[in-house]
Structure formats: structure tokens, C-alpha cells
């Protein structure tokens, strides 16, 4: 099983609580080549952290590219079955939060996961009657793929960072 992390469990860690200058040894747990094919995310998480700057910005260009997974024809597929659902009339979403879904790195998220049976990883949290984002755990949830927090992740691999 695969854990597919979702940008904000990038940004948000190194802005609010795994700075790079306070917890190195986070970041070095997450490329350690023990973790390979079970940590990982999609390259269009990759395309929005490389539009920041910093230095989540450089760890992410040194990651191995193994790390950042493509689209398969099979989540391709899921995208569509994603979509119509997003779509479907018996959704509450407006236009403008199916076309933004449609275009994000979610959509690739949660396809890949469905594809892989793999764990989707965000800090987002459901909003079922939301009008104006589709949000990944409602997602998730429509096409039964398991959706966790970062800390539940990190938990469920093992993590052990060692203050000195």
C-alpha cells in the first residue's frame, strides 16, 4: 500500500511544524529508500510546490523521481469516473468548483490512489454540502479510498524522529 501525499501535507509541515532548520530528520525520513513505494505523491503535487520557492522548493527537485508518480491509464480512467461524479447533478457543487477539481492535483490524487489502492494523505477535511470545493476526503469517500491525516500517516509508518 501506498501512501500518496497531497501538497499541504508538504507546505504545511514545513511552514507550521517540520521547518527544515528545526526538524531535518522529518525530511530525511521521507526519502529514506526504506519508504520507496510506500510514500509518494503525483508529479502534479511536484509542479505545485516547484512553484513556490525555498527550501521545500529545492528538497523537492532532489528527490528521487520515483517519488513523484504519473499518471497510469488507469487512474486516467478514474479521472473520468471522478469527474462525473463531481459533475452529477445531485452534487451540490457549482460550475466553478467542478472546473477547479477538474484541474487539480487532487483529481490526480485521488485517481492514482484509486488506481493503486493506495491511502490518499491531506489536511483537508470533509465538507459534504460545500458549494464551492470539491474537498479530497468527500472525494475519497464516494469511491471508498482510504483518506488519512499526515500525523495518522506518519503514525502508521513508523515514524520516529529523535530530538537531540
Known amino acids: 500500500m501506498i501512501y500518496l501525499l497531497d501538497a499541504n501535507a508538504f507546505m504545511e509541515a514545513a511552514r507550521l511544524y517540520y521547518g527544515f ?31 513556490g520557492d525555498g527550501e521545500l522548493v529545492r528538497w523537492a527537485r532532489a528527490l528521487p523521481q520515483e517519488f513523484w508518480l504519473a499518471d497510469s491509464y488507469e487512474s486516467i480512467a478514474n479521472m473520468s469516473r471522478l469527474a ?16 477547479e477539481f477538474m484541474s487539480s492535483a487532487d483529481l490526480k490524487l485521488i485517481a492514482l490512489a484509486m488506481a493503486k489502492g ?36 506518519y503514525r502508521l509508518l513508523g515514524m520516529k524522529l529523535i530530538m537531540a
Not at 22 to 32: V, Y
Not at 84 to 99: I, K
Open 21 to 51: 532548520d528545526m526538524t531535518p530528520g522529518f525530511w530525511e525520513w521521507l526519502q529514506d529508500p526504506t519508504l520507496s513505494g510506500r510514500v509518494g505523491s503525483v508529479t502534479a503535487v511536484r509542479d505545485e510546490i516547484l512553484n
Open 84 to 99: 462525473a461524479w463531481a459533475s452529477d447533478s445531485e452534487r451540490t457543487y457549482g460550475q466553478a468548483a467542478v472546473s
Open 118 to 153: 493506495g491511502v490518499v494523505v491531506t489536511r483537508e477535511v470533509p465538507a459534504p454540502r460545500s458549494k464551492k470545493k470539491v474537498k479530497i476526503p468527500d472525494a475519497c469517500a464516494a469511491f471508498a479510498v482510504r483518506c488519512v491525516t499526515p500525523f495518522d500517516a
